[in-house]
């Protein structure tokens, strides 16, 4: 009897511990599932942006965001931008672009809210990036400019830029005395007749991505109100500053930190203008003569809008101002009744003040500008912070773009024959 109890005994031992053990297995197995669970959890909002590498992808980015932004105006964007900065609620539409010029779109297609926050855009609150303009959005603003761009709406040369520097290649042309484009020559004879060969030789125009960053600020209130009723100014505002700016430094650039401008290219010729302090007559042909033949049909004039004064009293020969003269620009039966000529020599003219003054080197000149190279990096990026601002309860707007220029020929070409060189930017000396 006591050995059936022993084995009842053990059995029931037995069956506990069995027991024991598939419970503890069984809660094991829900524990790891419930970590995957958690882990998984912990991936979606660490990782909650597409980063793309292969320039497809890139590719695919830009076109998703482009398709995504079709329904989006200036305004949404402005409201979108200030959501999420100030109540970090995020429309998955918005496009952020990094410093390194990488764009980021949200990978779930609903919005977020706080605890789903771009980690990456979170980031860049005060770094160089910022969120994408559309196209036509920046062609509204540059609408609204002061000016409008001069350099890229009159022939500028503009490259994308896949990376912070881009080579491009150009021909080293100096001199048409016994070769043409670098080095090519050719010559007349029999057919077995020896030949000479050369080759060309080639330089490099090396484009480095500058940034131009600015920054205007609105008040909160205004912002809370309607982000319609700052949509306006937001445009009038950057499209002030974004061409001026960047036209400024195409023409008056130094080349360290920003684009080498026309007035510093080691193309351009100065021409000894006749009288200082004005533009006479002379000087305009004086000009002419020096611009590359085939710079004359793509060409136009940049003059500083004090020049208009001399040109709208211009005569003939060094004694344009005496009295009695006859002008010569403007027909003598016109008068001021219509609008001044609207070309110089048949092709068109621009004002603007930012051309150096009256009498200075460059205050009136014609520029081919198809050999100016543009390289964008990055395009327009707007984006805002409240922090500067807070005892103002302002709020500060900043946009940011990477862009250079570069004039494409190093230096003036001398002709085949003849002794004045010729180059497709060409402008009077500061003195006479």
């Known amino acids: 009897m006591s050995i059936e109890l022993d084995e009842i005994k053990k ?56 398709e995504k932004q079709k329904d ?14 100030q109540k970090n609620v995020l429309d998955n539409r918005l496009v952020y ?26 980031e860049g609150t005060d770094s160089g990036g910022g969120f994408l303009v559309r196209e036509e959005h920046i062609n509204q603003i540059y609408e609204l400019g002061l000016e409008s761009s001069i350099i890229r709406n009159n022939g ?17 042309d100096t001199s048409h005395s016994s070769t043409v484009y670098g080095g090519i020559l050719a010559r007349w004879g029999a057919e077995a007749g020896d030949k000479e060969s050369s080759e060309p030789k080639w330089g490099n125009c090396k484009l480095t991505a500058h940034e131009l960053v600015g920054y ?25 500053a974004w061409p001026y700016y960047e036209d400024d430094a195409f023409i008056n650039g130094n080349g360290v930190g920003q684009p080498l401008g026309l007035q510093n290219s080691g193309c351009l010729i100065t021409v000894t203008r006749q ?34 004064e001399d ?26 009744m219509l609008a001044p000529p609207k070309t110089i020599f048949g092709r068109p003219y621009i004002l603007s003040e930012k051309l150096p003054a009256k009498g200075n080197q460059g205050d009136i000149g014609f520029y081919d500008l198809s050999y100016y190279l543009i390289g964008d990096r990055q395009k327009l990026t707007i984006d805002t912070s409240a922090h500067v601002g807070f005892v103002s309860n302002t709020i500060y707007w900043r946009f940011t773009l990477r862009v250079d220029g ?4 190093q230096s003036s070409i001398a002709p085949k024959n003849g002794t004045q060189s010729l180059s497709p930017f060409v402008c009077l000396s500061s003195t006479s």
Not at 157 to 168: E, H, K, Q, R, Y
Not at 226 to 234: K, T
Not at 406 to 409: E, I, R, S
């Open 11 to 66: 059995h029931i031992d037995e069956s506990v511990e069995s027991g024991i053990e598939k419970g503890l297995k069984k809660a094991a197995e829900k524990a790891e599932e419930e970590k995957k669970e958690e882990i998984a959890e912990e991936i979606k909002t660490i990782t909650p942006v597409l980063k793309v590498d292969t320039e497809d992808e890139l590719k695919k980015a830009q076109d998703d965001a482009e």
């Open 216 to 240: 205007t600020r609105a008040s909160i209130a205004l912002m809370q109100d309607s982000a319609f009723a700052i949509e306006p100014i937001l445009k009038r505002l950057f499209g002030m």
């Open 97 to 122: 672009v990094d410093p390194d010029g990488k764009q980021s779109t949200p990978m779930q297609h609903e919005p977020q809210g706080p605890e789903h926050s771009l980690k990456t855009m979170t």
């Open 275 to 308: 009288n200082t302090s004005t533009v006479l007559y002379n000087d305009l042909p004086g000009i002419w003569a020096q611009v590359l033949p085939s710079s004359r049909e793509r060409g136009i004039w940049l003059l500083n809008h004090e020049v208009l």
């Open 311 to 336: 040109l709208m009293t211009i005569g003939a020969g060094n004694a344009a101002q005496a009295s009695g003269h006859q002008m010569i620009w403007i027909a003598r039966d016109q008068g001021a």
């Open 156 to 172: 500028g040369f503009a490259i994308p830029m896949g990376s912070d520097t881009l080579n491009v290649p150009r021909i080293d």
């Open 406 to 409: 570069q004039p494409w020929l």
């Open 72 to 85: 989006m105006n200036f305004g949404d964007l402005i409201k979108a931008i200030y959501n999420f900065r």
